[in-house]
């Protein structure tokens, strides 16, 4: 059975960055049909004991074709939104610290061109998707879009997303409208760097 998070803020506490109606929508229908579909489709091929980050690792272990494709999309659906909520805080925005802070200075220069290429992922990414930073177990860090709800878990290159910006217009079209780019530069005003740094820590320490 796969749950959900709670979300640790209230629908409004985003705001102005992520409005009230946006995310009320994008939790309580979106991500809740996402989970069901998930639970379902789990259900049928008898895979719901698994953890999910194993699960979308292993897609390919699933022989029914209807089943894996549920399993793609809505698993990709329920884990990538359970990491998007996660991963954003009313007192978010600003820089990280410690080991993230290091890998990321390291690997893209500063903070600032970091964002800037994410940013560039994530608004050149044709059709509905996600931008994402990830991390393998060795502390490497790396972009990447991917359409639709597949991440980098399907790819097979050990690389565990730790923060994703989800670029469907369900996310950000109420207030937003055409502009996906200011959504993704308000977006960074509500990141919590502190859970980004954590996933990452997490992922290190094996
Ligand atoms: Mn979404």
Do not use: C
């Not at 049909?33 to 690792?57: F, H, P, R």
């Amino acid at each position: 059975m796969f749950n959900q998070i709670q979300l640790p803020y209230a629908y409004d506490a985003l705001e102005p960055h992520i409005d009230a109606l946006t995310m009320e929508t994008h939790y309580s229908k979106h991500h809740a049909a996402y989970t069901k579909n998930l639970n379902d489709a789990a259900q049928k091929a008898g895979v719901e004991d698994k953890e999910i980050t194993a699960l979308l690792s292993s897609l390919d272990s699933i022989s029914d074709e209807a089943l894996k494709k549920a399993i793609r999309n809505n698993g990709g659906g329920f884990y990538n939104h359970n990491l998007y909520f996660s991963t954003m805080s009313p007192n978010g925005g600003g820089q990280p610290a410690g080991p993230l802070k290091d890998a990321l200075e390291k690997t893209f220069g500063s903070f600032s061109d970091f964002q800037n290429q994410l940013s560039g992922l994530a608004a050149g990414q044709f059709g509905s998707g996600w931008g994402w930073l990830s991390a393998n177990r060795d502390g490497r860090l790396v972009l990447s879009a991917s359409a639709n709800q597949d991440n980098p878990l399907m790819e097979g290159g050990g690389f565990v997303p730790i923060l994703g910006i989800d670029v469907w217009e369900h996310a950000y079209y109420l207030k937003y409208k055409n502009l996906r780019a200011d959504y993704i530069k308000a977006f960074f005003n509500v990141i919590d760097w502190k859970a980004v740094a954590s996933n990452y820590e997490n992922i290190i320490n094996g």
